[in-house]
């Protein structure tokens, strides 16, 4: 059964970076899609940035554009994503994730599995 566990949010000032982490068990995730997804109080979840587990475009979000990267350890089955120059309206509970037909999909609905996310703060 394919598990994904978040790690790394809390409190930053604005300006700050953050590095979450999303440690996945249970699939053969080189064939995998990953997706972030971050959904702040009263709005819809909305995408972030997605890749392949095996490389190749990642896609991120307009907001987050130069911002943020995804990145991966295969060797720790650990998929992150490296949030710099964070902003106020960046403040979400972010989740990680997957898909096992490869697509990197921008729709929540593209994936059937979800962690049960991390919460971050930016502040003033």
């Known amino acids: 059964q394919v598990q994904l566990v978040e790690s790394g949010g809390g409190l930053v000032q604005a300006g700050g970076s953050l590095r979450l982490s999303c440690a996945a068990s249970g699939g053969t995730f080189s064939v995998y899609a990953m997706g972030w997804f971050r959904q702040a109080p009263g709005k819809e979840r909305e995408f972030v940035a997605a890749t392949r587990w095996s490389g190749g475009t990642t896609y991120y979000a307009d907001p987050v554009k130069g911002r943020f990267t995804i990145s991966r350890d295969n060797a720790k089955n650990t998929f992150y994503l490296q949030m710099s120059s964070l902003k106020p309206e960046d403040t979400a509970v972010y989740y990680c994730?997957?898909?096992?037909?490869?697509?990197?999909?921008?729709?929540?609905?593209?994936?059937?599995?979800w962690g049960q996310g991390t919460q971050v703060t930016v502040s003033l």
């Open positions: 994730a997957a898909n096992r037909f490869g697509v990197a999909g921008t729709e929540p609905k593209s994936y059937p599995y």
